[in-house]
């Protein structure tokens, strides 16, 4: 349990943040990636980390990098 909470922790996103400033619906962008809206809402929620190809094509469709919207640092 400790790993997944530091995963998560580490793994903060801004997804609902970077789709509103974008004007996009969750429905709207689950379209734009080809997924159910409902994988847009576990993202957001954090019940489920994206793959490393979903992290991608999120920030491209949201105008953003993978660092950005995942609060990445080096």
Request: charged share 30%; glycine share 2%.
């Amino acid at each position: 349990k400790c790993q997944v909470f530091f995963k998560r922790f580490l793994m903060k996103n801004k997804i609902s943040l970077f789709r509103q400033r974008e004007g996009l619906t969750q429905p709207q962008l689950a379209e734009k990636l080809n997924v159910s809206y409902t994988q847009i809402q576990a993202w957001e929620h954090e019940r489920r980390t994206p793959t490393t190809e979903y992290a991608i094509r999120l920030a491209r469709a949201l105008n953003t990098t993978v660092e950005e919207l995942f609060d990445i640092d080096d």
